[in-house]
């Protein structure tokens, strides 16, 4: 219902500023400014991308979550796909997703309505802790058995 609603209210904002912009300014000035808005936006994102995706290589090779740099990038293409729409309104939204306290002020809002669950595959917990914690010291003895001259069982190797 929200997607259908997003479909239908966008473009119907972005028609009526479109026709009071225009109205206010002209038709040339308001293309003029949504073309000027398409460039200055993609080479704000190819900036503020490169900047995220060095904080997600740093965070791959420090071995932190790389969540919230994931995230980022995420919100960066989305405006990056909303820059480059034609458009009074969808322009607005794009330039304030390139601002790092606003994605971070979302991604905080998202985390509270969001229940993280995981799961793990595998034999058992793992640890990055050291390989000997694993090592179970015990003492043990061998028993020979008292009559060597009887047969030997079936569960001995001949």
């Given amino acids: 219902m929200w997607l259908f609603l997003a479909f239908l209210l966008v473009p119907l904002i972005e028609i ?9 300014i002209g038709l040339w000035a308001t293309l003029a400014i949504v073309v ?25 090779q420090t071995l932190r979550d790389p969540t919230e740099p994931l995230a980022h990038g995420a919100m960066i293409l989305f405006s990056g796909a909303l820059l480059l729409t034609p458009g009074f309104f969808t322009d607005a939204v794009g330039f304030l997703l390139l601002v790092p306290a606003v994605r971070s002020w979302l991604l905080r809002e998202v985390a509270k309505r969001v229940e993280i669950k995981t799961m793990q595959m595998g034999g058992g917990p793992t640890h990055a802790g050291d390989p000997r914690d694993d090592v179970i010291d015990a003492q043990y003895t ?6 060597r001259n009887s047969p030997p069982s079936q569960w001995t190797k001949h």
Avoid: Y
């Fill in 16 to 24: 009526a500023l479109f026709i009071q912009i225009g109205g206010l």
């Fill in 36 to 60: 000027l808005t398409a460039v200055a936006g993609t080479m704000l994102v190819k900036s503020q991308g490169a900047l995220v995706l060095s904080r997600l290589r740093d965070s791959f």
């Fill in 142 to 147: 061998v028993e020979e058995p008292s009559d």
